[in-house]
Every structure is written in structure tokens, then in C-alpha cells.
């Protein structure tokens, strides 16, 4: 067991993450582009992210089940492989079929690579810092909020949408080597664990019978579909609401993610000690920033209320994640491999409504729908409280830490 935390590990896994987050959602800020280089619409293109999600979600658990015995850090080194090839692949993609493809192979590794991620960050923090661990790992979340999408939509209005997605193809290849040369070995568990391990993997009905896993997992679901609803149309709303496009809406997203790495290191600090009334607070705020969005406010206030949002937002996933590795202590890898599940149908089933709204001419309705599900989140929150509670000692951390080694 560790006793301090492997800052160069966790940041090789920060790093990663980067790069797998801003690759899944880089569509977002490349809609128009990416449209009018293959002769799509923005619609469809919003569809990338559904389909990616669609296979996440089906292929986590048999895939995660199917590797339980590869040691953890060959496992990620093989996923973020997996994602290097995927992403030179989309960036040659002559038609919208073969970038359709070519992510969704990406989206098979991906849903490995969540499941096995937390559970890594675990084993790289002692007791009682395992929350402030993945606050650093999911520093990368941030920061492809911050900087990945941003920059990469800066990129790709300049030098075009294949050029963006090469570049982060090559960031995955540096994080390749970075972890070939920083993780640990991480050998698998014990023959018997394993095996009892994989079984939950392939049987989601058994480890969905623990309470907390499904408050989890209710929580996660409707957090996410409200915020992608909204957030896979961000350039057509904010072009609609504020005149935003090109670089003002590179700068925007800069801003979106700037304030959510901000709002992602302070709840780090107490994400181990109050993960339920941080919670709350945080869907409060993003429900009632996002709704602002649904009339034509003008630019003032659209750029307000989408900076509210991003710090509100992107730093959920830090208690989320750190919640899936402490509701099912003896069964880490199963727990985060369903939580993964529940944010990848998330996104899913909130790009897929948001195209359906989009197509179907309500736009502006939008923001409406995402902040009803992010309000029924927040009621979730307080319905689920053993899940999120309001308060963990010390000795509940001790107590949680110990389960896991047994």
C-alpha cells in the first residue's frame, strides 16, 4: 500500500484522461467544421457522441470482465494504444461512416480505461487520500474542459478539424510512453478474488443489489443526460443567444473550463469530507445557470450564465468518481466499471435528445430540459444520502480502506 501519494503516477493518469475527454467531446466546439467538411449536419454531428457513448456503455462491463486477470497498467497502456491508432484513424477519415467507425473503436477502449482508472487511483494514495487523488487524476477532466476542447476548436477553425484530432492523437502517443516509463507494475488480484470480480462484472444485476451502487449510478444517469443535452449544442445556443462563434466561442469554452478547473481544485480539498452537500450545492447552481440560457439574453449574460455552469458541472465528476470507489469497497473494479456505465449512458441519451430537440427546431427549449434533469438530480441527491452523505470521518475512511485491502 502506498504511503504518500505518487504524484508522477497520477499525473500520467491526469494526463491520460486529458486526452481521452477532450477526444470525445472535441465534436462539440468542431460541429460546424466538422459539418461542412463532410457534407453532415451540425445534428448528426452532435450523434458522434451518442454512438461513442452507445458502445462505451454496451462493451465496459463483458470488456472489463474479459480483463480482469491483464495486469492494471498493461491494461491502460493497451487502452491508450488503443486510443492513438482510433484518433489517427478519425483524423484521415475520408467520410462521416469512417470517423463514425473509427471513434467508436476508440469507445471500446474507453470504457476499460474508466473502469480501471479509479481503481488504479486508488492503489496510488494511502487511506483517507483516495479522494484527493482522483481530484488530481480528474484534474485532466478539467483541463480538457479548460484547455482540450478550446484549443483544439482554436485549431480546428485555423488549420481544419483533421488537424485538431492529429494533434490530440499524438498527445495520447506521448501518454503512451509516459506510462510505459512512470506507472508501477500493478499485477492483477489474487486467482480467487478475480474470478468473484469478473463474475459481478458480467452480472450487472449482482453488484446493482448494493443500495449505494444504485443511488450512484440514478444520480450519475440523470446529472449527465440533463448536461448533455445542453452541452453537445453549446456552439449553436451561445451563437443564437450571444452571436458567439469562431474564436469568441474558442475563448468562451476557455472560460467554461477555466472556471471549472477552479471550482474542480476547491472541491477536491473536501470532496473525502462532505461529498453530499457539495454536491447538492453544485447542481443547484448549474440548474439555475443553464435555465438562463433559454431565452435570448444577450451576450452579457449567455457568457455569465455558461461560465456558472462550467464551474458547476465540471467539478461533479471528481465526487462522483470518488464515490465509485467508496460505495463497494471489496468490489472496486465492478463498481467503477458500472459507474462508468451510467456516465457514458448519460451522455448518450443526452446528445441523443439534444439532437432530437435540435432537429426537430426547439433549440431554445433546450436549456429548459437540462436544467428539469439537473433538478431532479439534486432532489436524487438528498433521497440517496447514503450514497452522498453529508458527512465521512476519519474512521469511516480507515474503515473503507481496510474493506478494500480484504
Known sequence: MAVKLNRPALVVLGTSTFCYVTAETLPVGLL?????????????????????AVVAALSTIPLTALTMRVPRH??????????????????????????VLSRLVCALAHGVFWSVIGPVTARLAPPGQVGRATSLVFIGNSLAI???????????????????????????????????????????????????????MRDAVLILRNGRVVGLCTVTVVLVVGHFAAYTYIAPLVRRDAGLDGAALSALLLGYGAVGLIANFVVGRFVDRRPGPILLGLS?????????????????????????????????????????LRVAPRNRDAASAVYVVAFQIGIGGGAFIGERMVTGGHLGAVPLLTAFFVGCAAVLVVVFRGTLPRRISAAEHRETEAAALH
Do not use: H, K
Not at 460546424?32 to 461513442?52: C, D, F
Not at 491508450?80 to 469512417?98: G, K, M, N
Open 32 to 52: 460546424p467544421q466538422i459539418s461542412t467538411g463532410l457534407n453532415v449536419t451540425e445534428a448528426q454531428v452532435g450523434l458522434l457522441l451518442t454512438s461513442y
Open 74 to 99: 498493461t491494461l491502460l497502456a493497451v487502452t491508450v494504444a488503443v486510443f492513438v491508432v482510433s484518433q489517427a484513424a478519425a483524423a484521415l477519415a475520408p467520410t462521416f461512416t469512417v470517423l
Open 146 to 200: 479548460v484547455l482540450g476542447v478550446p484549443l483544439g476548436t482554436a485549431l480546428g477553425q485555423w488549420l481544419g478539424w483533421r488537424m485538431s484530432i492529429g494533434v490530440i492523437a499524438a498527445a495520447g502517443a506521448l501518454c503512451l510512453l509516459a506510462l510505459l516509463t512512470l506507472l508501477p507494475e500493478m499485477p492483477v488480484l489474487p486467482r480467487d478474488r478475480a474470478a468473484r470480480l469478473g463474475r459481478q
Open 284 to 324: 443547484i447552481a448549474a440548474a439555475g445557470s443553464v435555465v438562463l440560457l433559454a431565452p435570448v439574453l444577450g451576450p452579457v449574460a449567455t457568457i455569465l450564465a455558461v461560465l456558472v455552469w462550467g464551474g458547476a458541472f465540471n467539478a461533479i465528476p471528481v465526487l462522483l468518481g470518488s464515490a465509485s
